[in-house]
């Protein structure tokens, strides 16, 4: 099963290497990641997601827990949370396919951020699925280059007072 | 606040530390720490033959002690050389401190001459790590890991110290406590999961206890034995457990798992309750994990999180210090007020299976005349010493025939790399063990092959005078992996035969020490009685049956009921 964790960990040199480290060293996955600063500048903010049984999720959690630079570890995929990424498509536009390219990003709410004579670059954002959607319809038309954020998730707020 | 150089700092926080003696070998980027020591004199250096001696001699005087154990390296090769040690103490969660020099800030990452990435390389095997690049956090630094060292789940901790930051200068500021936001370990209890446990224990017909390092390092040794004895529980130890419950007391079962007595494991395997205190269910403790204790609830106190529910699954986890945990749980005891008698009948029949199984098959070892069994050999030294030696061991056959036949009453007298399984670890942890007890008499068990890799330390050891006693079985061999081979791999004998040993007795004498060889049975008492009366550092070696080996033992990766016996 795959889940999506948030750690929040001090903003100081190697955090991020022991985190990666711990992974490597005890054979987890990291399937993507995300870091970047917080409103405090002392803490970074990191968006994992993982994959194994509740058995290695458990551990995982736990061993994030056990680095001393971790200040806390949430599995946001327990409960409803938003999940996105964003990616920046490359794709090849010539004559024949330019117009249909424009169509599927419109039908997708994709942007066109750059414009060659024979490319589109587009920017998609979404949840995982949506991605892949896009790049799975994108390929047969030629996909010359392609980078992806890795997914970044909050919790949602309860909708009931 | 007058300024103070880093160097100054290191020696002061030291100092504050309650730090009497360090250990370690000096070099280019740590030169100016030891010239501050050197000016200081305050703290007392034991200067090591080799860097990992150092970090060995800090583990053995942490684990004699229970305070941190500090080591010093230099930069490069110095640093590298502590590794083992660091791995070492972080597998068995040894409290150390290791400061390393460091090429001066401008240079790193420019391979400057004996530059490595210390902190990088032990990052896997420190508990947490720094490198120190402004003098204004060395202070609070210092503090940080001296704390994080001993607290929690305890384990070493390294200081990477640029040279430039040595020299340069800052207010010191040493605070008396120190809190930290991302590391909060959990040494309460909680009180509703020791009353689960409680109410488990309660309905038990069958339980075990299965202690482990966590007792030593909490000192939680008198709660564990009262649980014992009022509750009527038997008890079985890892080899880090051992001496945390009375190796003579009748509850106990000795030590479990792949080289643990025959009732230990037939114990574990028909228990309907195991509970487990400060271990971590090792697979040379469960061997084939999916047959391990088939009919038993578990109940695991711990204070690391990560060793719960790690390889087995727990019914009632309790987090927290073990000497709390136990003291909560003898409490609940107490309180339901149930008598004791009446705990010993729900036992009765389970304690006599359990006598039964150790009568079938008791730890034991075949005679032969005119040949030095191994076993024997313990066996005396432990009459001889009257089981009060603080004994360090190396790894291997040696280590297990010590656990086996010398019984450990007390806390903190057996010393042994568990985790890691370091040979040439027992030499030099007993010469740190004997810095913090000059009094006591401190024995390294050794075998031939592990005593070579740390012999060096002969000359530190006669440099601080210190009367260390070696006793080497030497069968010539490097007997486990021999006896892995023989049982295993059809006797071939691939790399574990020497073909050349030093005469022992000549390389004590070489160093200043006194050395003695028995080659009969009949002269190992009186080589021992000598070796043990004599002042000084002693090696006595035993040229014992050479292919000797340690049972009973479970075969990697099978059921621990399936064990080969003598």
Known sequence: ????????????????????????????????LSVAATLDPTLSHLTLVTSGDDFIIEQIIKQLNRLVDVYKVVDVSEGDFVEREMALIKVRAEAETRAEILRMCDIFRCKVVDVSPKTYTIEITGPESKLKAVIELLKPLGI??????????IIREKKTA | MAKMTGKEMVVEALKREGVDVVFGFPGGAIIDVYDQLEKDGSIKHVLVRHAQGAAHAADGYARATGKVGVCIATSGPGATNTVTGIATAYMDSIPMVIFTGQVPTGLIGNDAFQEVDIVGITRPCTKHNYLVKDVKDLSRTIKEAFYIARSGRPGPVLIDLPKDVQNAKAEFEYPDKIKLRSYNPVIEPHGKQIERAYRVLERAKRPVIYAGGGVIISDAHNELRELAERTCTPVTMTLMGLGGFPGTHELNLGMLGMHGTYCANMAMANTDLIIAVGARFDDRVTGKI???????????????????????KVDVPIVGDCKKALRKLV?????????????????????????????RHPLGYKEE?????????????????????????????????????YKFDKPRTFLTSGGLGTMGYGFPAAIGAQMAFPDKLVVDVAGDGSIQMNIQEMATAMDQKLPVKIVILNNRFLGMVRQWQELFYEKRYAATKFETTPDFVKVAESYGATGFRAQKPEEVEAVLK??????????????IAREEGVFPMVPAGKATTEMLLV
């Open chain 1, 1 to 32: 099963m795959k889940h999506t964790l948030s750690v929040l960990v001090e903003n100081t040199p190697g955090a991020l290497s022991r985190i990666t480290g711990l992974f490597s060293g005890r054979g987890f996955n990291i399937e993507s």
């Open chain 2, 331 to 359: 409490n609940a005891v107490k309180v339901a007020g149930r008598p004791e008698e009446a705990w010993c009948d729900q036992h009765q029949s389970w304690l006599e299976q359990i006598r039964a199984w150790e009568e």
């Open chain 2, 369 to 405: 005349p005119g040949v030095i069994k191994p076993q024997y050999v313990i066996e005396k030294l432990y009459e001889m010493t009257k089981g009060r030696a603080i004994i360090t061991t190396e790894v291997g056959q040696n280590q297990m025939w010590t656990a086996q036949f």
């Open chain 2, 290 to 312: 999916e047959a391990f204790a088939p009919f038993a609830k578990i109940i695991h106190i711990d204070i690391d999180p990560t060793s719960i529910q790690k390889n087995v």
């Open chain 1, 144 to 153: 010359k280059e392609i980078t992806r954020t890795g997914t970044i998730a």
């Open chain 2, 530 to 543: 000598k070796g043990l009366e004599t002042d000084g550092l002693v090696i006595m070696e035993f040229a």
